[in-house]
């Protein structure tokens, strides 16, 4: 019976043990979407993000209908940089690993009609402002 709670802190640790775990923000066009985001610190001393994304609708089915998803990383005043698509599965989940020099900055989703889109253009799907120690 004593190994159930250690079992259990273990499961709850991984696969992210350590770091720092920030809840997004649903957009007005996704309300029943959310997703997290698995913030450390790599050895490089980069900011590395495990972005995970979960009842996030089809990009066809909103409306206006976009192709794909899109996570933008947004240093404080600087232009949105495009990380990369988000691809949601059959489930509605989706994940993207990142990762940046910065320590402060907003992360957010937009549906995109380009994976390769220069400027957020879409709606915001989802959002999140970290800020590593």
Avoid: C
Avoid at 18 to 23: A, L, R, S, T, V
């Amino acid at each position: 019976m004593a190994l159930i709670p250690l079992i259990l802190g273990f499961a709850l640790m991984w696969p992210f043990g350590g770091g720092q775990k920030i809840q997004m923000m649903a957009g007005k066009s996704t309300p029943g979407a959310h997703g997290v985001i698995r913030v450390q610190t790599s050895k490089n001393g980069n900011t590395k993000l495990d972005t995970k994304v979960y009842a996030l609708a089809k990009p066809s089915s909103l409306n206006p209908p976009a192709n794909v998803y899109v996570l933008w990383i947004e240093p404080p005043g600087q232009n949105p940089k495009n990380e990369g698509e988000i691809r949601v599965n059959q489930k509605l989940d989706g994940e993207l690993k990142a990762e940046t020099p910065y320590k402060r900055f907003k992360v957010f989703i937009t549906s995109e009609q380009n994976a390769q889109a220069q400027a957020p253009e879409g709606d915001q799907v989802l959002s999140a402002e970290v800020a590593q120690t």
